[in-house]
């Protein structure tokens, strides 16, 4: 998911998925070539009747990379989200040290997550806009192969897990 965040550092903020998912393919280039749907999240497409501008703000996005070993994907999303803690993209939100966050939120890489979407309940005043699903295509494989995506080494996961302590302990 790439999801606005306002308690993200402004070096980590990004302008759109766009941006987000060069971010990604940096710190992860396993998934260079590898094609993705994105749509905007459901509370996303909430307009103002009288303005036809975004109800809530900044838009986020459900990102979808196929894939085909789904007996490797929750480990892949903690290697990503290390990955992304390593390249100096950790954070937490104010008030909550506990919260740990990246720009790749890690709780998507599950394998019994389910997405349900529906069309949500507007007050007054709002509608619902149309939803825009865009496929940005493959350039050379359209699967994510986690296969590719290395173990973090012994000394990555000793720095990963100082980092990480450090932040909870403050």
Do not use: N
């Not at 480990?75 to 990246?102: E, F, Q």
């Not at 979407?117 to 496929?135: F, H, M, W």
């Not at 940005?136 to 494989?141: D, E, Q, S, Y």
């Not at 359209?142 to 996961?157: E, I, K, P, S």
């Amino acid at each position: 998911d790439w999801d606005y965040d306002p308690s993200r550092p402004a070096e980590l903020q990004d302008g759109g998925v766009g941006e987000w998912w060069s971010r990604m393919q940096g710190v992860v280039p396993e998934l260079k070539g590898a094609g993705l749907v994105y749509a905007p999240s459901s509370k996303s497409q909430i307009v103002r009747l009288d303005t036809g501008e975004p109800a809530f703000g900044e838009t986020s996005y459900h990102v979808y990379v196929m894939t085909e070993d789904r007996d490797r994907v929750e480990d892949v999303g903690k290697i990503i989200d290390a990955r992304m803690w390593l390249a100096g993209m950790g954070y937490t939100k104010p008030g909550s040290r506990h919260m740990r966050r990246t720009p790749f939120d890690a709780c998507t890489f599950s394998v019994s997550r389910r997405v349900f979407e529906s069309r949500p309940v507007v007050g007054d005043g709002l509608v619902l806009g149309k939803r825009i699903s865009t496929i940005l295509p493959p350039f050379g494989k359209a699967v994510f192969d986690l296969g590719a995506v290395g173990d973090l080494t012994d000394d990555q996961v000793a720095e990963y897990k100082a980092m990480t302590a450090r932040v909870i302990s403050r």
